[in-house]
DNA sequence: ACCTACCCATAGTTTATCTATGGTAACGCG
DNA sequence: CGCGTTACCATAGATAAACTATGGGTAGGT
């Protein structure tokens, strides 16, 4: 029985659904690969799970935030390819103010700034 | 029955208990002083429910990051006032560069950084 | 023939926050 | 002096997002 650490998660709660839909802005992609893009842009500090990205994927959908067609990948695989729509475009600005608001909120409350 | 917007978190998940021993650094304070501390020096956008502000409170306790004892408030109430301990301050430590370091990471994710 | 990398998806568990509730005590006010 | 309001603590139940675990399918290499 070995003595394990205290597991941390591997990417803020509440901001992965930001990250994907930035990711999407670049170009359509796969699950698969916006995994391995959001692992690599972040120097592998960020892992999205398998278990998070697809329940992920099927509340954008839900949402109407990015749409999926399935086509063939470079390797010759069938793959599904998510594209951000404009009401994802929408979406992913105002996920992005929050998200700024908070840190700038959090930074405020983490500094020692002395008021009056 | 009125329309309602969908809800928004009133703070980041995961970063409760940071801010907490971060407001514990300046002095002891009671878990009202604390949601109060945090409300204003955030400028009213991080709002600490009593029901996750008493359960953190536990945990850190739990932990041994902060200890407790009841005092009477300047308003001549009993209160718990809560003080961070030594592990409480290192923790404080370990969080806040973890926290940094997510931050930093999704900054890399969300600008548009091109490599090579 | 097998193994590995690629790719999708869901069920079940865990954890953190919120909502709702309930209680005690001091103070101001009519 | 009763009554409402503010200050304060605490827990139970609901909700949501992420994690673990699992299962399956296909292409390419050896």
Redesign the interface.
Known sequence: MVTRMAK??D?????LD??IL??LT?TPLHGYGIALS?KR???D??TVEEGSLYPALQRLLLHGWVKAEWKMTETNRRARFYTLTPAGRKQLGIE?S?FE??????G???S??REA
């Not at 608001?101 to 959090?106: E, G, L, R, Y």
């Open positions: 941390k998660p990417l803020l709660p509440g901001t930001m990250l930035k990711t670049r959001i842009l972040s120097d500090v960020l992005m929050q608001q908070m840190i700038a909120a959090i405020r409350v983490m020692d700034a």
